[in-house]
């Protein structure tokens, strides 16, 4: 009936605007004292952690690749993109969590 409710977002291109997203929502729900809008922070924050690792793993297959000899200068360019992001978002997460999520996906 139903074939699939999968939703996929492409991090290299719009992971900034979700990830946003996501941290204004664990800034302003993380501490709430309504039991439903700190559930959703830790969705939010579930989700912030499952978009690092992705990023993560992104960057180890790139990485594999250049280590085997296959890349052009985009596909460098491309690694240091992704690294930058990735460590960028990744202390926004430490920030918002008061460092309790140090090294969640790395």
Known sequence: MIKSLD???????DGDK????LKA??????????????????????????ALSTYQEALK??????????QTQDDLKMIQELRQ???YWENKLKELTNGDKSGCCC
């Open 61 to 70: 297959v790139a990485e594999s690749k250049v280590q085997g000899g296959f």
């Open 85 to 87: 992001k990735h460590s």
């Open 18 to 21: 979700f990830l946003d997203l």
């Open 7 to 13: 939703f996929n977002i492409n991090l290299f291109e």
């Open 25 to 50: 929502f664990i800034r302003d729900y993380r501490n709430s004292s309504w039991p439903h809008e700190r559930e959703r922070a830790m969705f939010a924050e579930e989700l912030f952690e499952k």
